[in-house]
């Protein structure tokens, strides 16, 4: 088991990062709340979870232990993976997430690529008395003064939407982002560019 990587960011990519570590690249999967707080040629140390299959070992990694512990705790219910669970941290922070699941949020799992309302009802009965409380003070997201609209963009490509439409979900939500003031929340803005997306298709 890999419990984290540390070392200088040797590349990144709108969902991986490569760390090189002993002269080694390690890739990792990363959500853009994590991503985004990596800087090329700059050392980093990422809690990782290491996802085996018959065919492949994935990395992930994550900012840390809290967003790592509960990735692997979305994993016990059944029917999530470890890409759905990255999906449902790239939306929403570990304490959204649990605050969802306390307070019943349908809407809040459904902002989820691929969580139907189905799913998401099924998601809470199963999860309600997994992941625990809420431990901070409500948020969606970390906190970014600048760069927004890259990393924005960025998400929505690594979950799979086309450039176009990643362009258009950023143009959406730009008003929103400036009535924030300073520091929009990444995390917060993604789940208001999805439900553009969503409305759009």
């Given amino acids: 088991m890999i419990a984290f990587v540390s070392g200088p960011v040797a590349a990144l990519a709108p969902d ?3 760390v090189e570590v002993g002269g080694i690249g390690i890739a990792v999967q990363c959500s853009p709340n994590t991503l985004s707080g990596l800087r090329m040629g700059q050392q980093t140390k990422l809690a990782t979870s290491l996802v085996v299959r018959e065919d ?41 997430l649990r605050r969802a699941v306390a307070t019943g ?5 459904i902002a989820v690529p691929g969580i139907g309302k189905k799913g998401a009802q099924k998601l809470l009965l199963e999860l309600k008395d997994r992941l625990g409380e809420p431990i901070g003070a409500p948020a969606i997201g ?22 176009r439409e990643a362009e258009e979900a950023v143009t959406a ?8 003031g300073g520091t929009p929340q990444v995390g917060r803005l993604l789940k208001a560019a999805l439900q553009t997306l969503n409305r759009a298709r």
Wanted: aromatic share 6%; proline share 5%; charged share 20%.
């Fill in 16 to 18: 991986s990062a490569v």
């Fill in 56 to 96: 492949s070992l994935t990395l992930y990694g994550f900012v840390d232990d809290d967003e790592k512990q509960v990735f692997e705790l979305l994993q016990t219910a059944s029917g999530v993976g470890p890409r759905l669970a990255q999906a449902m941290l790239a939306v929403h922070s570990p304490d959204a």
């Fill in 105 to 109: 949020d349908e809407k809040a799992l």
């Fill in 142 to 163: 970390a906190p970014v003064s600048q760069g927004w609209r890259d990393q924005l963009h960025a998400a929505l490509i690594g979950l799979g939407y086309a450039t």
């Fill in 173 to 180: 939500v730009t008003p929103q982002a400036e009535a924030a």
